[in-house]
T-cell receptor, first 113, second 115 residues
Framework: GAGVSQSPSNKVTEKGKDVELRCDPI?????LYWYRQRLGQGLEFLIY????????KSGLPSDRFSAERTGESVSTLTIQRTQQEDSAVYLC???????????FGAGTRLSVL | AQSVTQLGSHVSVSEGALVLLRCNYS??????LFWYVQYPNQGLQLLLK??????LVKGINGFEAEFKKSETSFHLTKPSAHMSDAAEYFC?????????????FGQGTTLQVKP
């Protein structure tokens, strides 16, 4: 596709379950970012991937959060033992290079019951 | 460290009136500054960005913003509001060429346009 694709668009889970969120960046984009948007708040940076370099994980809120990216393609954000405070919209963005414009996906709305 | 403050979580204007959304930032390095718009149930769309050079930046949909280093501001304006401008607007900063490119966002401003 032409844009950043995220799946699922909505996810409802029970507290304590693990969830996986997927991001398909724009083809050829070397940089990929994950952000979290809690209700009524701005976006918080979570993690950044650039090619084969070590990811910048400085924004991950706890060790329950992890993410992977295979080369310059798909990324998966995993949240283990979900808590109610994890409820948010998780947005993925990609850019050609780290300083270029970031293009955002529509996000995954996660609800933890 | 970088941060962004958007003054006013909600702004209401009449159709045809001036739109002014305020953004102040702090950055220890020359910043790159951005305004994004988010329509309901959609991802963020870039309105405009400042990196270097001309301090008055023109974006899409008639929006523009001016980088004022002395005031650490990057306010967003549009001369005449349209109903279709109703959305949430986010100001963001990154650390320019020295940074990973990660964006630090403000809390957002919801723009309401009244007929």
């Amino acid at each position: 596709g032409a844009g950043v694709s995220q799946s699922p668009s909505n996810k409802v889970t029970e507290k304590g379950k693990d969830v996986e969120l997927r991001c398909d960046p724009i083809s050829g984009h070397t940089a990929l970012y994950w952000y979290r948007q809690r209700l009524g708040q701005g976006l918080e940076f979570l993690i950044y991937f650039q090619g084969n370099s070590a990811p910048d994980k400085s924004g991950l809120p706890s060790d329950r959060f992890s993410a992977e990216r295979t080369g310059e393609s798909v990324s998966t954000l995993t949240i283990q033992r979900t808590q109610q405070e994890d409820s948010a919209v998780y947005l993925c963005a990609s850019s050609l290079e780290r300083t270029d414009i970031q293009y955002f996906g529509a996000g995954t709305r996660l609800s933890v019951l | 460290a970088q941060s962004v403050t958007q003054l006013g979580s909600h702004v209401s204007v009449s159709e045809g009136a001036l739109v002014l959304l305020r953004c102040n930032y702090s950055s220890s390095v020359p910043p790159y500054l951005f305004w994004y718009v988010q329509y309901p149930n959609q991802g963020l769309q870039l309105l405009l960005k400042y990196t270097t050079g001309a301090t008055l930046v023109k974006g899409i949909n008639g929006f523009e913003a001016e980088f004022k280093k002395s005031e650490t501001s990057f306010h967003l304006t549009k001369p005449s509001a349209h109903m279709s401008d109703a959305a949430e607007y986010f100001c963001a900063v990154s650390g320019g060429s020295s940074n990973t490119g990660k964006l630090i966002f403000g809390q957002g401003t919801t723009l309401q346009v009244k007929p």
